[in-house]
């Protein structure tokens, strides 16, 4: 069994620390950048390359960071946001990431997370072009 942290309420730095400290081979990282700007915990590109290595799965999510600290950020469809979709997506592959790059949409009603699904999917091909 693999147990995969998900990125976010800590910064790349502290999870590369813990497992590194913990040395279990079957702790790695499901990696959320959205997550990252959500809780203002660091770049997700640099977190990419910190944590590249132990990612064994991938939320494609796009997010606004807080306004002032200790206020949530945003989340946003793809593209429409602060990770940089297209540079996440270059970064994983510099990383050696090969795994499924699923698109995760968290806010709004059905229907909108559903035309934000979609709009996401056309626009993660266009990042893979």
Known sequence: M????ETGQETADLLR?????LKC???KVNF????MLLYDKG???RAVEILGPDIRSVHVKDANRPPKP??????VPLGKGQVNIKAFVRTLKKV?????????????????RLADVAHGVNYLRECLA
């Open 2 to 5: 693999t147990v995969a942290f």
């Open 96 to 112: 050696g990431y090969r795994g499924a790059l699923c698109i995760e949409r968290e806010v709004g009603d059905q229907e909108g």
């Open 25 to 27: 081979a079957n702790l």
């Open 70 to 75: 200790g206020v949530w950020g945003d989340e």
């Open 17 to 21: 620390l813990t497992l590194d400290e």
């Open 43 to 45: 770049d997700p590109l």
């Open 32 to 35: 959320d950048p959205a997550n």
